[in-house]
């Protein structure tokens, strides 16, 4: 089977400024992997990379057995992302989101799986409130059901525990540790580092867009 992730010599730079510097990366499938660096690092712009959402300037980068420049279109629809953007629809509700996302990726009984994840992730009080009235936390606990819709291969989180109270990080660790046991692979970033060593299968550390420790 291949790796979730294969990058090779992987370099990504904003104009003048270099954001990826030649990351060597492998990350085998049904890893939970931690992403540690200050802000800058390089972290959120990796993760975009990953999601296809950001095209490296030189070197290699394979998700899923998918290389990334040119088969992005075949790899989306199999990996789940959450950035600092929600990607929700701010006048329709959670659920409403979540149904839309799901027909999109064609999912059976999407009824069923909205219901599930608004359970899951404590969302039944606000999850027929429009998401434009939602708390930052509350939001992310939207996002994070978005990201979960379609049941993904990959999972690709940048500060997947921001904003989030200490009863919704409880649900969103053991959304994790659900995902990880149907096999999914998660790469995700943190700037509490304690937490994000818990929840981490491997933590590489990134710093002035290297990999200093993996």
Known sequence: MTAAVECRKVSKAYGFAPALREIDLVVERGTRLALLGDNGAGKSTLLKVLATLLRPDSGQCRVLGE??????QKVRGRLGYLGHDSMLDRVQTMRENLAMFARLYGVA???????SLIEKTGAAAFA????GELSRGQEQAAALARALVHGPELLLLDEPANALDPSAR????ALLQEQSRQGASIIFSSHDHDWAKSMATRVVV???GRIVEA
Do not use: H, S, T, Y
């Open 109 to 115: 009984d999407a009824a069923g799986v909205v219901a």
């Open 170 to 173: 409880e649900r969103l660790e």
């Open 67 to 72: 290389e990334v420049a040119q088969g992005a």
């Open 206 to 208: 990134m710093a002035g």
């Open 128 to 131: 027929d409130n429009p998401v």
